[in-house]
């Protein structure tokens, strides 16, 4: 049994580009499935009429799902990046006028939603066939940011304040 598996393990290493490549392309192709979904929705909320072709239509979903992952990209580099600047703002006298103190983490909270409310209104906009009203896109874009900042403080709430984890679960709650 053992040089069954041993074998199996050195196929896997010897194809390890090959296996990563399809993997890769596998990825790509089910997160595009995603981006399908949302756009046979956003047709429907958004009235489009005339839908676009199977291969055009999963082409542009294959442009998102990679614009989305550098969206990730970038903000995994901006948080380091601000958190650098906040640092130099206590360590250099000339930046010290940019604390706010309690102001500050607030500011922040904003910076997010304001990005948020963004990248919701690129989705809205480039997503669906047609492109629908921006007065639409933006409103649909400012309540999208403000559930997607409200949703993981009240299900903080909830987990916190109004659930029953240890009656229900016992130790198994831990």
């Known amino acids: 049994m053992k040089e069954l598996v041993d074998s199996r393990v050195q196929e896997v290493i010897a194809r390890k580009k090959i296996a990563g490549w ?10 595009s499935g995603w981006f399908t979904g949302m756009r046979t929705v956003l047709n429907l909320i958004f009235r489009v ?3 676009a072709s199977t291969v055009r239509g999963k082409l542009k979903d294959f442009g998102m799902v990679l614009f989305v992952v550098l969206l990730f990209v970038a903000s995994l580099l901006l948080v380091p990046a601000l958190q650098v600047f906040q ?3 206590g360590q250099i006298s000339a930046l010290s006028g940019l ?3 309690l102001l500050e983490e607030r ?10 409310g963004c990248v919701n209104f690129v989705l809205f906009y480039m ?3 047609e492109k629908p009203p921006k007065r639409a896109v933006v409103v649909s874009a400012i309540w999208a940011a403000i559930m997607q900042d409200l949703s993981p403080r009240l ?6 304040e109004l659930s029953t984890w240890g009656r ?3 130790a198994y709650a831990v």
């Open 155 to 160: 299900f903080g709430f909830y987990l916190l």
């Open 107 to 116: 500011l922040i909270q904003l910076i997010a939603l304001f990005a948020f």
């Open 127 to 129: 997503i669906p066939d």
């Open 168 to 170: 229900v679960y016992g």
């Open 22 to 31: 399809l993997g890769g392309a596998g990825l790509l192709f089910a997160a």
């Open 87 to 89: 640092q130099l703002t």
């Open 49 to 51: 009429e005339k839908a």
């Open 99 to 101: 604390r706010f103190g």
